[in-house]
């Protein structure tokens, strides 16, 4: 079982702040290079790939109910079943993905189209989400090992797969969207695919080192490709909330910038700059928040209840620290990071302000994720959701007041993050405070 110095909580989240670096820097890049093709290109990809993110959620739901459950049993050091819960886990990401994959293939294009007010960007993000979709079948294996390794502490196994993937991406945007390195110059659809080629690699390394690792003897990972009853009720309870709250928090942005689409263009561009910025903040707070799951799973497995309050404050310290440290440039130099995500000058003075208007929603919700996760980790995933569910009610209705009844300027509609996020810490910890959630069964 893992220890509880700064070290070792350090240890398990750098990698994935590291991995999570790699993946801002990967969006960022990918946004750079599209928007030197066109405005259009630009706000297709950053949509499209938002509605790629919502669905692909449903799948990340799920591999962090399986790495609740490996953590759990890991603490409970009930370690002949872990291979059961994997196994189960990979079958039941290959049938959600196969869903997602007809949907976001057949039918997302053709809807998209119909509720745009620009037609052409429309049509644009109907070709990006087509080519995307392939993703989903890498992503359903690499989503199940990296649960596995997260639960285990063994964060660098992710942090690895997460630097092939980058780095495979980035050279795969130069070479397909503008024709460099002898490839065919593709521009947007050449940005869909890279990213979807570069998601292949990173599986094929995961799943290559899996079939070396000890891991692979030790707890029988490849026994168990039988469906479990069990082991199915059990990964079904815990992470199909997850899964569902996963997605109702990212349609929910998606439902966001649709609104913004059908305000205007300017708007739509100025928050498509804000989204591509925004994840480098989201570094420290998900990979702290895959280390909370990890510690509290394991010492609620272990009984040790005591030691919950330092996990959490102990977390929190290094998230605000860590946070501090990669989005400082939004407080001290936004206009530079916008620049690098977009050259066109119309868009650069209100991007900048909108970032330091953000920034302390953020610091907040680096504190407050922190309960939010020990929820998770708990496996109260049902509460969790109706937490969740019940911020992003609030979020949509501040949000459709905002962009729909009193049509604010742009800088205010983004305010509404701090009632996301107020939202959920307040929710967090009354249900901490009020509820005896540490004896949940798992």
């Not at 886990?89 to 053709?110: G, K």
């Not at 030790?218 to 992470?239: I, P």
């Not at 868009?347 to 909108?354: D, L, N, R």
Request: glycine content about 8%; overall charge positive.
């Amino acid at each position: 079982m893992l220890d509880l110095r700064y070290k070792t909580i350090l240890g398990v989240a750098l990698p994935m702040m590291v991995s999570g670096f790699i993946q801002s820097i990967v969006l960022i890049t990918d946004a750079a290079f599209v928007s030197r093709i066109s405005t259009e290109a630009f706000d297709a990809v950053g949509n499209g790939g938002l509605l790629f993110v919502t669905l692909n959620m449903m799948v990340v739901g799920m591999g962090d109910g399986a790495q609740i459950i490996i953590a759990r049993r890991i603490g409970e050091n009930r370690l002949s079943v872990i291979g059961r819960v994997f196994g189960t886990s990979i079958l039941t990401h290959v049938i959600i993905a196969i869903i997602l994959f007809l949907f976001l293939y057949l039918f997302i294009p053709d809807w998209v189209v119909s509720y745009s007010s620009n037609k052409a960007v429309a049509y644009l993000q109907g070709d990006f989400i087509r080519i995307r979709s392939f993703a989903l079948f890498f992503s359903m294996i690499t989503i199940s090992i990296n649960a596995f390794y997260m639960a285990e502490g063994k964060t660098w196994v992710v942090l690895v797969g997460s630097i092939i993937t980058a780095l495979s991406n980035v050279v795969l945007d130069y070479g397909l969207v503008f024709g460099n390195l002898g490839l065919p110059a593709l521009k947007m659809e050449g940005a869909a695919l890279a990213s979807t080629i570069a998601d292949g690699l990173g599986m094929f390394f995961l799943v290559v080192y899996l079939i070396y690792s000890s891991e692979r003897k030790k707890y029988s990972l490849f026994s168990h490709f039988s469906f479990d009853l069990a082991s199915s009720k059990e990964l079904l309870k815990v992470g199909s909330p997850l899964m569902l709250q996963g997605f109702s928090a990212l349609a929910t942005w998606t439902l966001f910038f649709t609104w913004l689409e059908q305000k205007g263009q300017f708007d739509l561009t100025v928050s498509q700059n804000i989204r591509s910025i925004y994840f480098l903040a989201f570094v420290p707070i998900w990979g702290f928040a895959g280390t909370t799951k990890t510690y509290i799973s394991q010492y609620l497995g272990a009984k040790e209840f005591d030691k919950i309050s330092i996990i959490q404050r102990r977390i929190q310290i290094m998230t605000v620290l860590f946070l501090l440290f990669c989005f400082h440039g939004a407080i001290f130099y936004p206009e530079s990071l916008i620049r690098f995500i977009n050259p066109h000058e119309i868009y650069v003075k209100k991007s900048a302000e909108i970032l330091q208007l953000i920034t302390f929603s953020i610091l907040f919700y680096g504190l407050i994720s922190v309960y939010f996760q020990t929820i998770h980790g708990s496996g109260n995933t049902i509460h969790s959701m109706l937490i969740e569910m019940s911020s992003v009610a609030v979020y949509s209705f501040c949000s459709y007041l905002f962009i729909k009844v009193w049509s604010f300027d742009v800088y205010w509609i983004w305010s509404v993050e701090y009632v996301y996020f107020l939202m959920l810490g307040v929710l967090s910890l009354l249900y901490l405070s009020v509820f005896n959630w540490k004896n949940k069964s798992v």
